[in-house]
């Protein structure tokens, strides 16, 4: 691996043991072996270092969304049993200890203290609803239009940002994919009806 590749490694090690806003520049290259120059030179400041391993960490974690033993996720496309199965394997990182969900709470409150971390997960925010749609609902990413990416996309990752409040706050009341599912039925039947 080049220097650009130990940064980002060393960066993701960081964001999991100390987070965002205690990670240091100087953490960051003791734990990848390289110096202080390279961050800037390969991604111009720590803060964009860190939002790119941070996304690097979030892209990882797609096989855990499909169910990891490489089957997918149950259901048919768009179906019920879709959603529940996708939110199941979603949520079942959230219990993980040291979830790297909660990363995601510390930018909400402190995002106006990081705002080139900040503005950097905004503008992967389209890309990440663009990803979850084919899990959800079949059809490949590259596919995705904007405008579904901007609809669809944004309401799973509205979503998913809400689990990520629910799971970091308190565990014990978190909602189950199950009840999400039961959640989306009757939101479906009231909006059907008449």
Known sequence: MGHREDLLEGAKR??????????TARDIVKESGTNLASIGYHYGSKDALLAQAYVSLVEGMGDAFEGGDGAGP???????????????????????????????????????????????????????????IPLLMGGREEDVSDETADTVGLFYVTLMTGLIAQWSFDPKTAPEADQLAEGLRQVIAAATKG
């Open 14 to 23: 960081c964001l999991l043991a100390k987070g965002f806003v205690r990670t």
């Open 74 to 132: 149950a259901g048919e496309p768009g179906s019920l049993e879709r959603f529940r199965c996708v939110w199941a394997n979603i949520i079942d990182t959230m219990r993980e200890p040291g979830s790297l969900w909660r990363l995601s709470m510390e930018i909400i409150v402190m995002g106006d203290k990081l705002p080139e971390v900040r503005d950097h997960l905004s503008r992967a925010q389209r890309e990440a609803g663009r990803g979850l």
